[in-house]
């Protein structure tokens, strides 16, 4: 079974600094990896995935990924954040069958001017 | 229809009634997942169908919980005895094929009073 540890709840950063958004799994079995996002008062949206070939994965809004398969992270990160990225962030995990996808507790981002 | 569609879009309950709540998935979109997403937490894995039949109902929290899909298509997801820790949002995605990702639709806010 897979699982998915968001190791920060919250993360505060300043408008234009870089940011890093942790996120490591579990899976005996060969995965395909997500972000998500949620923008205050909206639905989940797709920010990028992993699903095979080149491990560094860019997404919308200049966000980027990097599948570490030794590490089992796919952390995301961003290097100049601006307000409009505060959102609560979702990691998620399926096995490479594609059946359940399974979420991380999320990690809120608040970006301060 | 142009994306996933969630019925209603708030609910509100009293404790010990039944509820249900729909979703109507993206035309053509094989796989149906229900996720509930409570005040503070992540998202919890609920069901998941691969047309209509459910692979994985390892999630639902406990036998007052069921879920069904019919045609392939809409998908109910039924409380019974509604307590008041049902309470949260509970969100409908669909995906087509084998490499997901998932569209979400904007949720029911179920509050069990």
């Known amino acids: 079974a897979q699982s998915v540890t968001q190791l920060d709840s919250q993360v505060p950063v300043f408008e234009e600094a870089p940011v890093e958004l942790r996120c490591n799994y579990s899976?005996?079995?060969?995965?395909?990896l997500f972000w998500y996002v949620q923008y205050p008062n909206q639905g989940l949206q797709l920010l990028l995935k992993?699903?095979?070939?080149?491990?560094l994965v860019k997404g919308i809004n200049g966000f980027e990924a990097e599948f570490n398969k030794s590490q089992t992270s796919f952390h995301l990160r961003k290097p100049s954040v601006h307000i409009s990225d505060t959102a609560e962030y979702f990691c998620?995990?399926?096995?490479?069958?594609?059946?359940?996808?399974?979420f991380g507790s999320g990690t809120r981002l608040s970006i301060r001017p | 229809g142009a994306g996933v569609s969630q019925s209603p879009s708030n609910k509100v309950t009293e404790k010990g009634k039944d509820v249900e709540l729909r979703c109507d998935p993206i035309?053509?979109?094989?796989?149906l997942y229900w996720y509930r997403q409570s005040l503070g937490q992540g998202l919890e894995f609920l069901i998941y169908?691969?047309?209509?039949?459910?692979?994985?109902k390892s999630g639902l929290p406990s036998d007052r919980f069921s879920a069904e899909r019919t045609g392939g298509s809409v998908s109910t997801l039924t409380i019974q005895r509604t307590q008041q820790e049902d309470s949260a949002v509970y969100l409908c995605?669909?995906?087509?094929?084998?490499?997901?990702?998932?569209?979400f639709g904007n949720g029911t806010r179920l509050t069990v009073t």
């Open positions: 995605a669909s995906s087509l094929g084998a490499a997901p990702p998932l569209h």
């Open positions: 899976s005996s079995v060969s995965v395909y």
């Open positions: 992993y699903l095979s070939g080149s491990t």
């Open positions: 998620a995990v399926s096995d490479s069958r594609a059946s359940k996808i399974i």
């Open positions: 035309s053509g979109h094989t796989a």
């Open positions: 169908f691969q047309g209509n039949s459910a692979p994985d």
